[in-house]
């Protein structure tokens, strides 16, 4: 009998619409350029010159403007926007996704950002063993109404011998591991790879994952023949960016991990 003097408030207060605090006015009078979620991992499917399409895992960030009458946003909607295009996102959805973010949350700016590793299978220079490597890819898509500006950014590793160090020493020269991370905005799509490639071919030697020791001798002498300073690293990927036909903007950041030194050495060049 208890249980069924109940059921009619229970049915009552499901039914009560809940108060929603995101909704109330904001009397502070300050706008909010971006607002929503980030760190949420998710599936997604990047083109790839060599198999058509490669199955990888972003770290995704989504957010929108707020105007200041507004005291938040409603945060479920992004995760609901993201899953309503299925168990895996393609790059190609990006403009749908960015336009779902702007009618869902009633915003004129929405913006994604997709952070994923992406994988080449390298031979190695002598022996042709193949060794997987990975690169960090960063996507940044915009949308203010319909117009869209999207930025692709690769952290490329790379090899670099101190032209310095070579000329000054009567044997040897130091070398190190460096980082450079390449911004580009283009006119028509750029293969990771290629762009990737552009990198490494500015550089003393590139990385692999696999060397046997006559692979390891191979690229050891190779970087001996091309020794770069930093600033060498970024001029020689710039003039290779510029020569792009559809690359229409280009950050260059280059930072070396010194092996001498207890700090890092550091170049950039942007477009303007």
């Known amino acids: 009998m208890t249980a069924m003097a109940n059921e009619p408030s229970a049915t009552v207060a499901a039914n009560t619409p809940l108060h929603d605090e995101q909704n109330t006015r904001d009397t502070r009078e300050l706008p909010i350029d971006k607002v929503g979620v980030r760190g949420l991992r998710f599936p997604i499917q990047v083109r790839d010159r060599a198999h058509a399409v490669q199955?990888?895992?972003?770290?995704?960030?989504?957010?929108?403007?707020?105007?200041?009458?507004?005291?938040?946003?409603?945060?479920?909607?992004?995760?609901?926007?993201?899953?309503?295009?299925?168990?895996?996102?393609?790059?190609?959805?990006?403009?749908?996704?960015?336009?779902?973010?702007?009618?869902?949350?009633?915003?004129?700016?929405s913006h994604l950002e997709i952070e994923f590793p992406y994988f080449i299978t390298k031979k190695a220079p002598v022996t042709g063993r193949e060794g997987l490597m990975d690169y960090n890819v960063r996507f940044e898509a915009n949308a203010t109404g319909t117009?869209?500006?999207?930025?692709m950014t690769l952290c490329v590793p790379v090899a670099?011998?101190?032209?310095c160090s070579k000329a000054i020493s009567?044997?040897?020269?130091h070398n190190q591991r460096g980082?450079?991370?390449?911004?580009i905005r283009s006119s028509a799509t750029v293969w990771i790879e290629d762009l990737i490639a552009l990198v490494e071919e500015s550089a003393s030697c590139e990385l692999y994952s696999l060397l046997k020791r006559p692979d390891e001798k191979a690229v050891t002498e190779r970087?001996?023949?091309?020794?770069?300073?930093?600033?060498?690293?970024?001029?020689?990927?710039?003039?290779?960016?510029?020569?792009?036909?559809h690359i229409t903007w280009y950050r260059v950041e280059a930072e070396n991990f010194e092996s001498i030194h207890n700090h890092n050495a550091y170049a950039c060049i942007e477009k303007s």
């Open 147 to 151: 117009e869209i500006d999207f930025v």
């Open 179 to 183: 980082e450079v991370t390449v911004a």
């Open 55 to 109: 199955n990888t895992i972003a770290t995704i960030g989504m957010f929108v403007d707020l105007p200041m009458e507004f005291k938040g946003t409603h945060m479920s909607r992004f995760v609901e926007v993201l899953n309503s295009h299925g168990e895996m996102i393609h790059v190609e959805n990006i403009p749908d996704l960015l336009s779902s973010m702007q009618q869902r949350l009633n915003s004129n700016n």
């Open 170 to 173: 009567e044997y040897g020269a």
């Open 223 to 245: 970087a001996y023949e091309n020794p770069v300073f930093v600033e060498d690293l970024v001029r020689n990927i710039v003039l290779r960016l510029k020569a792009h036909e």
């Open 160 to 163: 670099t011998l101190c032209p």
